[in-house]
């Protein structure tokens, strides 16, 4: 996997300790029991066969390896799909700039995560934590050790409109906090793969115009 890339610190407070909270707290679109249910079978999957396939690359598949190391998961639930995810999003659209919900969880031997969406007001962001390195993704693309969050911007069809929508993508642990283990470097590039993967999939699910300004790979470059 190509993801050992030099760093440099990055320090200030956070667009999203705002954000990071609501999509932990808030989402609650799609995912719920159909997960639960998922969570409970005994079929294992591959990465890429998650969240309704499509949404996980290749590269992200072995990302998710770094951040869980898996390489099987429990079989997505049915409605845990980006498409489905792409449908809520845009009903929420219609009727307001903001609102959040899940797109999938995934869960391993020993780790769950959480993809959530987020519909923002606005592009404008505040400064990170100190505990997250900016990257040139999107509107603004943030990454830990223990979480990562894209934003961009998506003028759909599927989006009524003059101004486009600002949409984030998060990827955070599920379950009780614990102390991230690994190389710190390798985590965060794990994290800001599975992140665009997944933001990626849901503007071209969206028909997003240029796929909202997101590569065909991810920058793992701090900005």
């Known amino acids: 996997m190509k993801m050992v890339i030099s760093r440099r610190a990055v320090r200030g407070g956070f667009l999203g300790v705002a954000m ?6 808030g989402g609650t679109g799609c995912g719920g029991g159909d997960d639960e249910a998922a969570k409970d079978t005994d079929t294992a999957v591959a990465g890429t066969q998650l969240c309704g396939g499509g949404a996980v690359s290749a590269d992200a598949a072995d990302a998710l390896k770094v951040i869980t190391g898996s390489s099987r998961f429990e079989a997505s639930g049915a409605k845990s799909t980006v498409a489905n995810a792409a449908g809520e999003l845009s009903e ?18 020993d780790d769950e995560l959480r993809i959530t969406w987020q519909l923002s007001g606005s592009s404008a962001t505040d400064d990170p934590a100190s505990k997250f390195t900016v990257l040139k993704m999107g509107e603004r693309a943030l990454t830990a050790t223990d979480g990562a ?9 599927k989006l009524p409109g003059s101004e486009p929508a600002h949409i984030d993508i998060g990827v955070e642990r599920g379950g009780m906090p614990t102390e991230p283990e690994g190389d710190p470097d390798a985590l965060k590039d794990a ?27 991810p920058s793992l470059d701090p900005a």
Do not use: Q, W
């Open 20 to 25: 990071a909270g609501s999509l932990i707290l």
């Open 92 to 109: 929420g659209f219609t009727s307001s700039t903001t609102g959040d919900g899940d797109v999938c969880r995934i869960y391993a031997p």
């Open 149 to 157: 969050y894209l934003r961009f911007a998506c003028r759909s069809g």
């Open 191 to 217: 994290y800001a793969t599975v992140a665009h993967s997944f933001s990626l999939a849901m503007a071209k699910e969206l028909g997003c115009e240029n796929d909202g300004g997101l590569e065909a790979m």
